[in-house]
């Protein structure tokens, strides 16, 4: 992991919080290298004592539908910033968390990490993906969003 050029820029978080360290990590390098989001930007989220990531996600458009080319694609990216929250599949999801939004780390039970909190510390956006990692370097993302959000039709 030290010799991987994200490193540098994820080690503060790395060495602060190392057991959220592997999922931050695979995050990271899953946005910028794979997903290929911009002005991506790591922080202390202090209340979930882990890393988090804020940038902004690329909207791919066919240029199948545009009359300047044939084939191919185009990214343009999309306004404004979204939430990225990293954690690891080892830590188990709370049914009670529909209420108190409350994820309970498996292997710490007195310490909850709490999306509720993560909500108010990043200034209550509409959304926040909680990236889940697994063992195998699978990520997948969910999008929270406080309350009862109707989906789009």
């Known amino acids: 992991m030290e010799s991987h050029p994200s490193h540098e820029t994820l080690a503060p978080l790395l060495a602060k919080y190392p057991r959220a360290a592997g999922a931050l990590f695979q995050t990271y390098n899953d946005l910028k290298l794979a997903q290929q989001w911009t002005d991506l930007e790591v922080f202390d989220l202090t209340v979930c004592s882990r890393g988090a990531l804020r940038g902004k996600r690329p909207k791919t458009v066919s240029m199948i539908d545009t009359a300047e080319s044939t084939f191919g694609t185009t990214i343009t990216f999309q306004e404004g910033a979204l939430y990225v929250v990293p954690c690891s599949l080892q830590e188990s999801l709370s049914i009670s968390w529909c209420a108190s939004l409350d994820i309970r780390c498996s292997h710490r039970r007195e310490y909850p990490f709490r999306l509720q909190n993560a ?5 209550k956006p509409p959304q926040v993906y909680l990236a889940i ?3 195998d370097s699978s990520i997948v993302y969910y999008k929270i969003s406080p309350g009862i959000v109707k989906p789009p039709i």
């Open 133 to 135: 990692n697994s063992e």
């Open 119 to 123: 909500f108010e510390e990043l200034n």
